[in-house]
Nanobody, 124 residues
């Protein structure tokens, strides 16, 4: 059972990146899947969540209107489209999976990071 995050990189402020979270050993649609990030010297922050089944979503206020989470069941992968990136978005981004199924049942702050993350650096 594994979640693998990828797609990070270096981008200028205002730019975009798309992160991928690929699952192996289980079906993503059976879980609430989220993204959490950890910046140096800061507490881990829950960023976004997508529910199993109906695909309802939730976002942290800091990314609302800029980030979009989505799921491709055929690829068993969740994506995080990040637009209008800011330097404060710089962090290591991790996938998270929760058996709560619906994002409304779990606060973003309670999402646990799985596996290795992917570094996102926003800098000019």
């Amino acid at each position: 059972v594994q979640l693998q995050a990828s797609g990070g990189g270096l981008v200028q402020p205002g730019g975009s990146l798309r992160l991928s979270c690929a699952a192996s050993g289980f079906t993503l649609d059976d879980y609430a899947i989220g993204w959490v990030r950890q910046a140096p010297g800061k507490e881990r922050e829950g960023v976004s969540c997508i529910s199993g089944g109906d695909g309802s979503t939730n976002y942290a206020d800091s990314v609302k209107g800029r980030f979009i989470i989505s799921r491709d069941n055929a690829k068993n992968t969740v994506f995080l489209q990040m637009n209008n990136l800011k330097p404060e978005d710089t962090a290591v981004y991790y996938c998270a999976a929760d058996s709560s199924y619906y994002c409304s049942s779990i606060p973003l702050s309670a999402l646990d990071a799985w596996g290795q993350g992917t570094q996102v650096t926003v800098s000019s």
